[in-house]
């Protein structure tokens, strides 16, 4: 029988209509890799109220970002890519963490078509125990809690893949057009994490930071120089101490009144991209009085990106 492969793309996913959103929320505070708390119980407590507290609130910025995340299908979209690259003797598939599709129905597709080796790969460029170590440890439980018999062959990180650089940069060029760069500001923003977190060990913020510099370089050999770079983190939530400087502060320090942003620690849009920068950011930006405020668009789909998908499932066998 010829041997079956299939690469698995993992992500965090998003609600795909309004009623997901509860769910989303739900799934997102019961995992303890969100809520650190040792005490099971404890956890549930805390994350039901959380959830309570933000489903209205969530759900009202879906609707203003068309009724649910866009990260489910441009998803799609880049599975349907990797597809045809790869070719059809091997099975392209992706598993959400939060919302369907779940690890479990997927697990199911794999098992049914006999599948002896699969390549795990996260759709984090750069490695966090809130996302990377999540989405494995989610996928590898329902497998092995499966009648699945396939090695399973994972990659925790990719953020010095080329290619998928390649794709940050085409993605800062498509924004700036035929503007000059050194009319800009270029920020560099990732999501943000509780400080407490990266203390226990997590290597985020080590990752971010060393991305950056690669991408910076990259621009500085396409003589791409932007008035100043910068890193920020986005997306604060609740009273504890989180990693600085916030994008809110860093944008009120800048003196350029051009800027533009790119979302470092996101492949695929989702609402911190198309709500957070695209709206909230913006509204504190022209608040700021900046003349010209832009976000880039994710990788996606991009082309580089999936020859980097290509590159990790290669260099994985």
């Known amino acids: 029988m010829q041997k079956k492969e299939a690469i698995i793309l993992l992500n965090m996913g998003g609600p795909n209509n309004l009623e997901e959103v509860e769910m989303f929320l739900t799934n997102m505070f019961r995992d303890e890799n969100i809520l650190t708390m040792k005490s099971d119980l404890l956890r549930t407590i805390v994350g039901t109220m959380i959830t309570f507290t933000r489903t209205e609130k969530s759900q009202e910025i879906y609707r203003k970002?068309?009724?649910?995340?866009?990260?489910?299908?441009?998803?799609?979209?880049?599975?349907?890519?990797?597809?045809e690259r790869v070719g059809e003797e091997v099975i392209v598939d992706f598993a959400?963490?939060?919302?369907?599709?779940?690890?479990?129905?997927?697990?199911?597709?794999?098992n049914k078509e006999e599948v002896n080796k699969i390549?795990?790969?996260p759709l984090y460029p750069q490695f966090s125990t809130t996302t990377t170590k999540s989405s494995l440890e989610d996928f590898e439980e329902h497998y092995h809690n499966s009648s699945g018999e396939a090695i399973l062959v994972e990659i925790k990180h990719f953020f010095e893949n080329q290619s998928y650089n390649k794709a940050v940069v085409q993605r800062i060029k498509e924004k700036m057009g035929e503007d000059k760069c050194e009319d800009f500001d270029l920020i560099f923003s990732a999501h943000g994490l509780p400080k407490k977190i990266i203390d226990?060990?997590?290597s985020y913020e080590k990752h971010i930071t060393r991305h950056v510099e690669i991408i910076k370089k990259m621009l500085q050999a396409e003589r791409m120089n932007f008035y100043e770079a910068h890193l920020a983190y986005q997306s604060k939530v609740g009273p504890l101490e989180w990693l600085k400087p916030s994008l809110e502060d860093k944008l009120r320090v800048i003196k350029n009144r051009n800027v533009i942003i790119f979302p470092i620690a996101f492949t695929i849009d989702n609402s911190e991209t198309e709500y957070e920068l695209e709206m909230e950011y913006r509204e504190i930006a022209h608040e700021l009085g900046f003349r010209d405020y832009r976000v880039c668009k994710c990788p996606n789909d991009s082309d580089f990106f999936v020859d980097a998908l290509v590159e990790l499932y290669e260099k994985m066998q």
């Open 119 to 121: 390549y795990l790969i």
């Open 200 to 202: 226990a060990g997590d």
């Open 96 to 110: 959400m963490r939060y919302t369907p599709p779940f690890a479990d129905e997927v697990i199911e597709r794999l």
């Open 65 to 83: 970002i068309g009724g649910k995340s866009p990260i489910v299908g441009l998803t799609k979209k880049l599975v349907q890519k990797l597809q």
